[in-house]
Structures are given as structure tokens and as C-alpha cells.
């Protein structure tokens, strides 16, 4: 079929959707202060906003409601990573039939509790779409159930595409791009296939994973490809090969495929959170990661992008990760290790070098008689002041290595440093509250300043109006009292845990 022939078969098809049964024309909103800073507009389409919190009713709902009854009546069966999960079984509770549905066993909880709210019975099965989908043909087969696409079917596509006629319409001129998440493609099909059929001018993008990328693969191979492995953070997106008719229309009417990486996709729900005060799951914030991400490659100024926010269903747990990501994948956070002298003032000495900067985080654990290795985390402007903070540090003649790229260094060994010590004598913990304010940690230096060893360190920036510190000094016996008398005089909250048994069993002298 030729491409004009395509894209008037599916013209007619999208015009003549039936989603508005159930869906709503979601808002296209303009994230103003990230335009602002970053000199483009940023339009985000609020597909969060329909009732599952995704663009997936549009395409079940659509196909569903022209089975024929007796169809239905069998009861359907879909496979999905949860959001055409909540499509489909919102879908049967609006038509009046049942609903099964196989999802991988990594599915956020959200989606799980979100489908059973609707009445639809679930089975689990697999780690990723593909799995489920597997064992959703062989319980086609046994219970001839009506099978509900997520994403390679017509009717599905269409309405899918039904976003793009939206944006269209709500943005009438002066738009330069749209950018569409991935998965196994339906969306990013509908989208450009209207696309390019009504206003061809405009570019379409198709939004995937480093890590799941496989529609991205398969048009460089000019076949579908089938990965082995998928990640999973942007559950999704997880689909190990695209659809037959989704990579035909993709490869025919996309403009290009990004691929973004995690630390991007959690910089970018924290945009959406800050532009719109909601929190979008990772696969629903890939289309504003993109359009970051190509405007800062092509230095691009005064261009108009509408980013589609697919969905809204993440597990509440997720968020710490993705707010420890997001400095990263800003570049705004230099990790660092330095490597100081093991003598009194020298802790003083390498905060003094850092300046007033916002200290992120920071691990110390005495080391030996001669030298300490400390870990930390400092708030930046672009990886141009991590540079010239490492050739300050290294000037000072203490040793640096940045650590800010280093992915092991990111996810596991920020959170090891430590260890038990040997030969190290008379050293009282205490768990102390600093107020997060410039200069606080310098004014507690310079309370115990000369008196007493630092041996251990702890803290991290937790956004809160106190930061928790844990804090070792080698303090003599007859000088506690003094001791305890200057920390009293700095007025911060602070408590002997010396006899803690988790800091003896994991932190202790061994000696």
C-alpha cells in the first residue's frame, strides 16, 4: 500500500473513532518556566489526565466497541505492562463484559490495584510484555477469549491517533515537533501517521529507552528486531519487539527515534511535576526527556515542541529514586572523591575549599594513620563548574577523581562507604541535626576546629528544613564533657549513639 493510501485509510479511521465515550480531549499545557530557561516552548498533552491516567483507553475503548456482542460476550483478554491493562478493563466495565488480563509480575502495584478496581480478573506472568504476552495467546487458545491488542491492531492505532488530531487542533500554527513515547509502537504510529496526513510539516519523534529501543533497532535493521533483555524503570515502554504493523507505519512516518537515558527520564518528571504539580510514571515523562535532549543537541532557540505525558501510574516508592536521578540527570550534582591527610583541621581545610556550595551529600570512614577518602556530593550548575571544582581541589593538592558519570559509583557505592576500623581508639558517635542553610556544617568545624579527630561522616540532602548527620570524633575520655558542652553551644539537636548495635556491628573498632 502506498503511503497516501495508508494514510487516508487511517485518516478515516481516527476521524471516526468512538474514545469520547469514555475519554476526554486532554489539555495541552505549556510548561512556562522550563520554556523560559530553556528558550523553546515545552507544550506537555495531559494524557494523564484521562481516567486510567493514560492515552490507553483511547485505543481499547475504540477497538472494543466495535467487536461484534457475541464477541465480547466470550469475554476479552489482553496482555499488558498496566496501562492498556486499566484501558481494557475500564473498557469491558463500560460494555458489560469480563475481562482477564495477563501482566508481567514487575507491574507497578498502582496498576495491579487499578485494574482489580474495575472488576477484571489478572494473571501474572513473565518480566516484561512480551512474557505476558505469550501466555496470553495459549489462554486465547484454551479459553477462546477475544483478544485486545495493546498496540498492532487498526482500530487500536486509531485510537491512539485520535491524541494527535487534538494537538493539531489546539495548536493550530507555530509548532515544530511532537514527541511520542515508544513501546511496542501503536501511539507513535497513530500519532504520525495523522500527522504527517493533515500537517506534514510538523516532525514526529518516537521517545524510547537506551534500554528498550527496540523499534528503534529494527528501523536501522530494516526488520523487526527482538531483544533479549529490556529495561524495566520505564515499565511502559518494556516490549521487546515491535509490532508488525506499528513498525511498518513507524518506519514510513516517523522523523527520527530518541533515545533517553534513566538520569534524563527522572530529570524529566521532576520538569512535568514542576510545571503542572503532578507526578507522571517514567514511560509518561520519555516525550519532554527528548525534546530536552534534541534542543540542547542542536542548540535549538524559539522552537514550539508538544510533548504527549502518556501516563501517571507509579508506585509511590519509585519517587526516591527518581529524586536522587534527577540532579544527575540535570548535571546538576558533581559526585566527587577526594583524598585529604589524616590530620586535625584537614576536614576544615577541604570545606573551606569547596566554597559556599551546596553539599549534597557526604560519606567519610577513618581509613588509616595517614590518609582519609571522602565521598561527596556537591550542588552544580553544569558540568563546566564540576571541572573547574576538581582543577580547584587539585590545585589545593588534594586528590580528586569525579565520580559524577560513573554509573556503579551513582546506584551502589554512595551508599557503602564505611566499614569497620581498626586501631582506632576512643571514638564517640554522635547523630546530630544541622539546619540546611549555607555554613552550618563550617560553624560545627569550627566548634570542635583543632580539639578533636573527625573519624567518620555521614549526610545527605534530603530536601527537609534539617539535614540528619552521623558524625564519629576521637575524643579521650576525660575530654567528653567538653566535648559534649561545645556541640551544646551550637544549639543543634544531638545524641550519643555510640552503643547503637547497628553502628558497633557494621562501623565499630574491630580492634
Known amino acids: 500500500m502506498t503511503d497516501k493510501a495508508l494514510q487516508e485509510q487511517y485518516l478515516r479511521r481516527i476521524l471516526n473513532s468512538k474514545v469520547y465515550d469514555v475519554a476526554i480531549e486532554s489539555p495541552l499545557d505549556e510548561a512556562v518556566a522550563l520554556s523560559r530557561k530553556l528558550g523553546n516552548r515545552f507544550l506537555l498533552k495531559r494524557e494523564d489526565l484521562q481516567g486510567v491516567h493514560s492515552f490507553k483507553i483511547r485505543g481499547a475503548y475504540n477497538k472494543m466497541s466495535q ?4 464477541a465480547l460476550e466470550k469475554g476479552v483478554l489482553a496482555a499488558s505492562a498496566g496501562n492498556h ?7 469491558a466495565k463500560k460494555l458489560g463484559c469480563k475481562a482477564t488480563i495477563v501482566m508481567p509480575v514487575t507491574t507497578p502495584e498502582i496498576k495491579i490495584a487499578s485494574v482489580r478496581s474495575h472488576g477484571a480478573s489478572i494473571v501474572l506472568s513473565g518480566d516484561s510484555y512480551s512474557d505476558a504476552a505469550a501466555t496470553a495467546a495459549r489462554l486465547v487458545k484454551e479459553k477462546d477469549y477475544t483478544f485486545i491488542p495493546p498496540y498492532d491492531d487498526p482500530e487500536v492505532i486509531a485510537g491512539q491517533g485520535t491524541v494527535a488530531m487534538e494537538i493539531l487542533r489546539q495548536r493550530p500554527d507555530n509548532l515544530d515537533a511532537i514527541f511520542v513515547p515508544i513501546g511496542g509502537g501503536g ?9 504527517k496526513a493533515v500537517r506534514p510539516s510538523v516532525k514526529v519523534y518516537g521517545v524510547e529507552p537506551v534500554d528498550s529501543d527496540c523499534m528503534d533497532r529494527s528501523i536501522k535493521a530494516r526488520r523487526r528486531v527482538e531483544m533479549s533483555e529490556v529495561g524495566l524503570f520505564a515499565d511502559g515502554v518494556a516490549v521487546k519487539k515491535p509490532g508488525k504493523i506499528t513498525f511498518d507505519i513507524c518506519r514510513r512516518f516517523l522523523d527520527g527515534i530518541v533515545r533517553v537515558s534513566t538520569d534524563e527520564t527522572c530529570a524529566a518528571i521532576k520538569d512535568i511535576f514542576e ?3 503532578a507526578i507522571c ?3 509518561g515523562a520519555l516525550a519532554l526527556a527528548a525534546a530536552k535532549q534534541l534542543a540542547a543537541k542542536t542548540g535549538a532557540k524559539g522552537e514550539t515542541y508538544a510533548c504527549i505525558i502518556s501516563g501517571a501510574n507509579m508506585n509511590f516508592d519509585r519517587i526516591r529514586f527518581v529524586s536522587e536521578q534527577t540532579e544527575i540527570g540535570e548535571r546538576r550534582e558533581a559526585i566527587l572523591e577526594c583524598r585529604i591527610p589524616e590530620v586535625r583541621g584537614a576536614f576544615k581545610n577541604f570545606i573551606r575549599k569547596i566554597g559556599k556550595r551546596n553539599v549534597t551529600e557526604f560519606n567519610y570512614r577513618y581509613f588509616d594513620a595517614d590518609k582519609a577518602y571522602v565521598f561527596v556530593g556537591l550542588s552544580v550548575s553544569d558540568r563546566e563548574e564540576t571541572r573547574r571544582i576538581v582543577e580547584q581541589l587539585t590545585a589545593a593538592k588534594i586528590g580528586t577523581i569525579d565520580l559524577s558519570e560513573d554509573e556503579l559509583a551513582k546506584e551502589h557505592i554512595r551508599h557503602m562507604v564505611g566499614g569497620h576500623t581498626r586501631g582506632l581508639h576512643d571514638e564517640v558517635v554522635y547523630s546530630v541535626e544541622f539546619p540546611e542553610r ?3 556544617l563550617m560553624d560545627f568545624l569550627e566548634a570542635i576546629s583543632g580539639r578533636w579527630n573527625i573519624t567518620l561522616f555521614h549526610y545527605r540532602n534530603h530536601g527537609a528544613d534539617h539535614g540528619k548527620v552521623l558524625v564519629g570524633l576521637q575524643v579521650p575520655k576525660s575530654e567528653r564533657r567538653a566535648c559534649d558542652a561545645a556541640l551544646a553551644s551550637l544549639g543543634y ?3 550519643d549513639v555510640s552503643n547503637n548495635p547497628a553502628y558497633r556491628l557494621f562501623l565499630g573498632n574491630r580492634d
Open 281 to 283: 510514571e517514567p514511560a
Open 67 to 70: 467487536l461484534p456482542r457475541a
Open 275 to 277: 510545571a503542572t504539580r
Open 187 to 195: 501511539f507513535a504510529a497513530g500519532v504520525a501517521v495523522y500527522v
Open 438 to 440: 549555607p555554613g552550618a
Open 85 to 91: 491493562a486499566q484501558g481494557v478493563a475500564l473498557s
Open 493 to 495: 539537636a544531638h545524641r
